[in-house]
C-alpha cells in the first residue's frame, strides 16, 4: 500500500514569494491533515479536512495561508505571500476517519530567503 | 489554551539501559497517540491509549495512560541504537478530534 505522498521535497523561495505544497493521502483515507513543524519542536496542526469539507482551520494563519482540497482527495496548501518565518517543514497525514492515527508523509522542507 | 510538555526534553542512554519519556497534560484528555520520528525523518505511528490506566505492549516499548487521564508514559527497555529518535505524544480531549503534538524527547542511544 502506497503512503502518503507529498512534493516538492524541498523548495528554497525569496521572501514576499508565492509557494505551494501538494500532498496525496492514502487511498480511502477520509480525513487529511496539514502540519507545520519547525526544527526542534512537534507538529502544529494548520488545518484538518473530512471528505472536502475543512472541519478546523482555526490554526491557519488566512492573511496568507490556504487550502483546499477539491473531490476529497489530493490538498494542495498554498502560501501567498511567503515570509521568512514561514520556513518549516510542512507536513501532510491522512487516516481512515476522526480519531484514528494519523500517517504522515515525508513532508516538504521549505526555505524562505 | 491547552499545554502539553514532554520530559525530558533530551535523553542520552547508553545501550542497554532503559529509558522513559513523560507527557503531561494540563487537561483531561479523550486519548492519547504516541509517534517515533527518526532524524531527518516523519512522525510514525506506534500506539493509541484511549482507556484511564491502560497499559499496552510493544515487545521492548510499554505504554500506559495515567488514571485521570493527565499524563501518559513510554518507557523502552534496553534500548538499542535502532531506538533514536524523538518520541511525541499527541493528544486531544473529548469533543474535540484535534490533537496537540507534545514538545517531544529527543533520545540518544550510545554504542
Known amino acids: 500500500e502506497a503512503g502518503v505522498v507529498q512534493s516538492p521535497r524541498y523548495k528554497i523561495i525569496e521572501k514576499k514569494q508565492p509557494v505551494a505544497f501538494w500532498c496525496n493521502p492514502i487511498?480511502?483515507?477520509?480525513?487529511l491533515y496539514w502540519y507545520r513543524q519547525n526544527l526542534g519542536q512537534g507538529p502544529e496542526l494548520l488545518i484538518r479536512y473530512e471528505n472536502e469539507e475543512a472541519v478546523d482551520d482555526s490554526q491557519l494563519p488566512k492573511d496568507r495561508f490556504s487550502a483546499e482540497r477539491l473531490k476529497g482527495v489530493d490538498s494542495t496548501l498554498k502560501i501567498q505571500p511567503a515570509e521568512l518565518g514561514d520556513s518549516a517543514v510542512y507536513l501532510c497525514?491522512?487516516?481512515?476517519?476522526?480519531?484514528?492515527?494519523?500517517?504522515f508523509g515525508p513532508g516538504t522542507r521549505l526555505t524562505v530567503l | 489554551g491547552q499545554q502539553v510538555m514532554q520530559i525530558p526534553q533530551y535523553q542520552h542512554v547508553q545501550e542497554g539501559e532503559d529509558f522513559t519519556t513523560y507527557c503531561n497534560s494540563s487537561t483531561t484528555l479523550s486519548n492519547i497517540q504516541w509517534y517515533k520520528q527518526r532524524p531527518g525523518g516523519h512522525p510514525v505511528f506506534l500506539i493509541q491509549l484511549v482507556k484511564s490506566g491502560e497499559v499496552k505492549k510493544q515487545k521492548r516499548l510499554t505504554f500506559q495512560f495515567g488514571e485521570a487521564k493527565k499524563n501518559s508514559s513510554l518507557h523502552i527497555t534496553a534500548t538499542q541504537t535502532t531506538d533514536v529518535g524523538t518520541y511525541f505524544c499527541?493528544?486531544?480531549?473529548?469533543?474535540?478530534?484535534?490533537?496537540?503534538f507534545g514538545t517531544g524527547t529527543r533520545l540518544k542511544v550510545l554504542a
Open positions: 499527541a493528544v486531544t480531549t473529548s469533543g474535540t478530534y484535534k490533537y496537540i
Open positions: 487511498s480511502g483515507h477520509n480525513t
Open positions: 497525514a491522512s487516516s481512515p476517519g476522526t480519531g484514528t492515527p494519523g500517517y
